[in-house]
């Protein structure tokens, strides 16, 4: 099983990408985040392991060691292939890549299968707008995407745990302010 892990954003921030989300459905151009019900979210890491529920078990704890944070969402990016993934991309802080780092520090002596795409070096923060859409829809997502209102800023609240696919919304931990 496969389970992701991810930074949500205050409810305002949700209420802004969910519907930019309705607009992407309304245009014809992508309606995978609102047909799963997604959550917006930054994933942060994503790995196989049998011990789930340990490791999310774990994350209460670690997340009392971090406290909320803010991101701007500068950007609009796609990734290479056929998933049609179009995503908004925050500026990438100093806060953000020490959080992270220290997620995978706090995690260090478990036996875990790590996907290296969201290891310290190699990751791409993005927050999906679009996934499983061809080349002309993934191209329009961009274009409408150009005329929305960025940057805005998120704020990260809770990390979250799920599994995936089909994905299935395990546990979050709210993140407090320090």
């Given at each position: 099983?496969?389970?992701?892990v991810?930074?949500y954003?205050?409810?305002?921030s949700?209420k802004?990408?969910?519907?930019?989300?309705?607009?992407?459905?309304d245009?014809g151009?992508?309606?995978?985040?609102l047909?799963t019900?997604?959550?917006p979210?930054?994933?942060i890491?994503?790995?196989?392991s049998?011990?789930?529920t340990e490791?999310i078990d774990r994350?209460e704890q670690?997340s009392?060691t971090?406290?909320s944070?803010k991101l701007n969402?500068?950007?609009i990016?796609?990734?290479?292939g056929?998933n049609?993934i179009v995503?908004?991309?925050?500026?990438?802080?100093?806060e953000?890549?020490?959080v992270?780092?220290?997620?995978?520090?706090?995690?260090?002596?478990?036996?875990?299968?790590p996907n290296?795409?969201?290891?310290?070096?190699?990751i791409v923060?993005?927050?999906?707008?679009t996934i499983?859409?061809d080349?002309?829809?993934?191209?329009?997502?961009?274009?409408?995407?150009?005329d929305?209102?960025?940057?805005?800023e998120?704020?990260?609240?809770?990390?979250?745990?799920?599994?995936?696919?089909?994905?299935?919304?395990?546990?979050?931990?709210?993140?407090?302010l320090?």
């Open positions: 099983m496969s389970l992701g991810v930074f954003f205050d409810d305002e949700n802004i990408i969910r519907e930019i989300w309705q607009r992407l459905c245009k151009i992508c309606s995978e985040m047909d019900k997604s959550i979210h930054i994933s890491a994503s790995f196989d049998n011990r789930i490791i994350a670690f009392r971090i406290r944070f969402l500068t950007s990016g796609c990734f290479p056929e049609g995503y908004l991309a925050p500026k990438v802080t100093s953000f890549l020490d992270h780092n220290s997620f995978y520090e706090y995690y260090k002596d478990e036996v875990f299968y290296q795409l969201y290891m310290p070096d190699k923060p993005h927050c999906t707008m499983n859409v080349r002309k829809r993934a191209l329009m997502a961009v274009d409408m995407l150009m929305e209102c960025l940057p805005f998120v704020t990260i609240t809770a990390i979250g745990f799920a599994e995936y696919y089909p994905i299935k919304y395990l546990q979050d931990y709210t993140i407090y320090k």
